[in-house]
């Protein structure tokens, strides 16, 4: 059973860096054909795609969000982490990690972490 797991801080005042971290289990990060993402939801949207650490260590970001996110991994605790520069109150959100194939017969998101709500105030 693979399962994800968010931790960081539920509240980040503004121009800080936010900073949470997705722990994998069953399921290594470096396994052939999937990419593991971060994605958020806005109070009273929708979800938003963030960034993702693809399974050979590159990675790719949402444009609109590229110049203040990064995203990296550890193989060796089967994590990869989300870092998100000079926050405002509107990067205040509910942020999952999760996971989707890359290949047709599995490019959809199959398991996605609970959740974590971030809080942006100072």
């Known amino acids: 059973q693979v399962q994800l797991q968010e931790s960081g801080p539920g509240l980040v005042k503004p121009s800080q860096t936010l900073s949470l971290t997705c722990t994998v289990s069953?399921?290594?990060?470096?396994?052939?054909?999937?990419?593991w993402s971060w994605i958020r939801q806005p109070p009273g949207k929708g979800l938003e795609w963030m960034g993702a650490?693809?399974?050979?260590?590159?990675?790719r970001y949402r444009p609109s969000l590229k110049s203040r996110t990064s995203i990296s991994r550890d193989t060796t605790k089967n994590q990869f982490t989300l870092q998100l520069s000079s926050v405002t109150p509107e990067d205040a959100a509910v942020y999952y990690c999760?996971?989707?194939?890359?290949?047709?017969?599995?490019?959809?998101?199959?398991?996605w972490g609970q959740g974590t709500q971030v809080t942006v105030s100072s």
């Open positions: 650490s693809h399974y050979s260590g590159s990675t």
């Open positions: 069953g399921a290594s990060i470096t396994t052939d054909y999937y990419i």
């Open positions: 999760a996971r989707r194939g890359t290949r047709a017969a599995n490019f959809y998101y199959d398991y």
